[in-house]
């Protein structure tokens, strides 16, 4: 089982539309969590980090859940600008970070 | 401020050659990283310094690959000789600690042919 799964898509959704992403994590010690964005041919970009409690930052919400050990990404309200490959990020110890392969978002007209 | 600097950004080599990878973090950084990415997957740690030491470097391939930091600022990553399985976008990021959020440099995409 890979360390840090998710569902590669593409997910095609129409401006307007809510879109959610989750992710799955093997190692139950894990400390810390986030999402990066990354556009095409461009760098991973820090999008936000997750918390236990929840986290939202304008129309993106993050969701943990230890029990089950996913996380999750909320986007509303998607922009053409959405379009881009999320990269769920697990951070399992001795500061080193773990990315899925990404989840590719088309956001279309 | 300006932001974690690569170069070259695009490299064509033979296999067998050796090539290098330069990176230049955000100033103040004392925590550097390299990651190798390939198509469709997301990046893979190579090797972590903390100022000038290597304290991760257990997935870097040793029989090809070496990095070095020397003054605990900017680094190089190479490979000799290059084969075409390395053919990857080669990442460098750098936080200010270990701690804390990295950030990417461009990348540095290499084609072995």
């Known amino acids: 089982r890979k360390e840090v799964e998710q569902d590669p898509g593409p997910f095609n959704v129409p401006e307007g539309a809510t879109v959610a992403f989750n992710c799955t994590y093997s190692?139950?010690?894990?400390?810390?969590f986030f999402w990066y964005r990354q556009d095409c041919r461009k760098e991973p970009k820090l999008l936000m980090s997750v918390y236990s409690s929840g986290n939202e930052d304008g129309r993106f919400t993050a969701q943990l859940n230890r029990a089950s050990q996913y996380i999750s990404l909320l986007i509303r309200d998607s922009k053409l600008s959405d379009s881009a490959t999320y990269l769920c990020?697990?951070?399992?110890?001795?500061?080193?970070?773990?990315f899925g392969k990404g989840t590719m978002l088309l956001v279309s007209p | 401020e300006a932001g974690v600097v690569q170069s070259p950004r695009y490299k064509i080599i033979e296999k067998k050659q050796p090539v290098a990878f330069w990176c230049n973090p955000i100033?103040?950084?004392?925590?550097l990283y390299w990651y190798l990415q390939n198509l469709g997957q997301g990046p893979e740690l190579l090797i972590r310094?903390?100022?000038?030491?290597?304290?991760?470097d257990s997935q870097l391939p040793k029989d090809r690959f070496s990095a070095e930091r020397l003054k605990g600022v900017d680094s190089t990553l190479k490979i000799q000789p290059a084969e075409l399985g390395d053919s990857a976008v080669y990442l460098c990021?750098?936080?200010?600690?270990?701690?804390?959020?990295?950030?990417f440099g461009p990348g540095t995409r290499l084609t072995v042919l």
């Open positions: 990021a750098s936080s200010p600690n270990v701690e804390d959020t990295q950030y």
């Open positions: 310094y903390e100022n000038e030491e290597a304290v991760d």
């Open positions: 990020v697990v951070n399992s110890g001795y500061s080193t970070l773990t």
């Open positions: 100033s103040g950084h004392n925590t």
């Open positions: 190692n139950s010690a894990s400390q810390s």
